[in-house]
């Protein structure tokens, strides 16, 4: 498997590399003393983190209306706040912690007594996500990637505002100007099997959101006192509609706020832009770096067919 190794025992990932670049400082991990309780949440980006931080921050807090999602569950491999900053806050956290990360698994120092969530959520959707987030990003958002001590490679631009001339950049160019995308998906679905890992789907979310929160639910060993409560607090209106407590900084990096980070919260906006050879060169792609039974996971999800 690319970029992908082992221990003897063929259960536990091996971290066999670092990553960083202008978001990301993947050594931030060598500072976390686990828990035993620990959940991680693992995303490409843009691929329903945010969304799963306020499902599992409602499950472990049993549908508290007033819980700060984005305060308490922070990006550990982000490279601000300062490690300094960032490592006491996670390790002073006396409730069930749940952190979040974008890397792939061998960049990233795994334990078997972490609970693992990978979200996928396919690539096109993905990349109509995180046009609007990097387009509507200020110069707070600018200055802090570019400026913060530590910064690895290029420093971050201001993107086309076509999303159609953005998705074929990032596809032409492994994921630019973020990191690599194929690398990310392929490295969580080969541990699939795992006892502590846990793969779940944006579509899968959007078709059955109830059924789903209960598998999660399952998965962490939470039974919630009210499912209804915790199915409001998920929906994307109410998240909307309380969006400074789900997004980072309240929505300080982004121009109009918290609300523009929650944009849109649906599939398919790439739908009649991308053309039919935009779209099989994306397709083909896909099989190619992934195998057929990942490449139709990340396009469909679970509930459609494929096997997770």
Known sequence: MKNHEYNAAHKRPIKTRDIHNHHIDSTFWEDVSFRP???VIATYAKSGTTWMQQIVGQLIFDGRADVATAELSPWVDLRIPPREVKMPEIEAQTNRRFLKTHLPVDALIFSDQ???IYIGRDGRDVM??????HLNANQLWYDALNQT???VGPEIERPSPDPVEYFRHWLAND??????FWENVRSWWAIRDLPNVLMVHFADLKADMSGEIRRIAEFLDIEPSDWN???EHCSFDWMKANAPACVPLGGA????GARTFLHKGVNGRWQGMLT?????AYEERAVTELGEDCAAWLRKGRLSGSSA
């Open 175 to 180: 994921g630019a100007p973020f990191w690599p």
């Open 149 to 151: 001590p530590g910064r």
């Open 114 to 116: 972490v609970k693992y």
């Open 128 to 133: 109509w996500s995180m046009h609007n987030h």
């Open 253 to 256: 990096f982004w121009e109009g």
């Open 276 to 280: 039919e050879a935009d779209n099989r």
């Open 229 to 231: 409560v915790i199915e």
């Open 37 to 39: 309780d620990d959940i």
